[in-house]
């Protein structure tokens, strides 16, 4: 975890959660350090910043999918722990880009790829996705790419 400032900072806090005996939080510290060292392993490098940022995600978004089975089971107290790690983990994670600076990239995207229908799709994604940093959810930018290629 030497590469990246994030990781760095998760670790450290993990110290001080541990250090407060705030038990609940800890278990998601301790969650998000063995996502990123399990990747570290898979991959046989360490990760930037970048790369924690999208073990970060994919982390939330398993977090967000059993935030949906908990409601729709009714389990409240289920609910109540996706909601506070939700929490912490996007505490790690980037602003999200706004709405119209997101629109300016995929037209960059768009215009730099010389896409002109769906079928450049792939193409304008990852050039898109690129240049959003890890700031921008990739549904998101998807949706927008489909709205401006198929209008």
Do not use: H
Request: charged share 35%; proline share 1%; no cysteine.
């Amino acid at each position: 975890m030497a590469n990246s400032e994030l990781a760095k900072r998760i670790q450290q806090d993990t110290i001080t959660t541990m250090r407060a005996k705030d038990k609940d939080r800890l278990t998601v510290m301790r969650m998000l350090q063995a996502a990123i060292k399990q990747v570290e392993i898979d991959t046989r490098e360490e990760l930037d910043d970048e790369g924690v940022v999208k073990v970060l995600r994919a982390y939330l978004k398993k977090v967000k999918d059993s935030l949906a089975g908990a409601r729709d089971g009714g389990r409240e107290d289920l609910v109540a722990r996706a909601e506070a790690e939700l929490a912490i983990v996007e505490s790690y994670l980037p602003a999200e880009l706004d709405d119209e600076v997101l629109e300016a990239i995929v037209r960059e995207a768009i215009a730099g790829t010389g896409a002109s229908s769906l079928k450049d799709m792939g193409q304008v994604m990852k050039a898109a996705m690129a240049r959003t940093g890890g700031r921008a959810d990739g549904n998101r930018v998807s949706a927008l790419v489909k709205s401006l290629l198929a209008g």
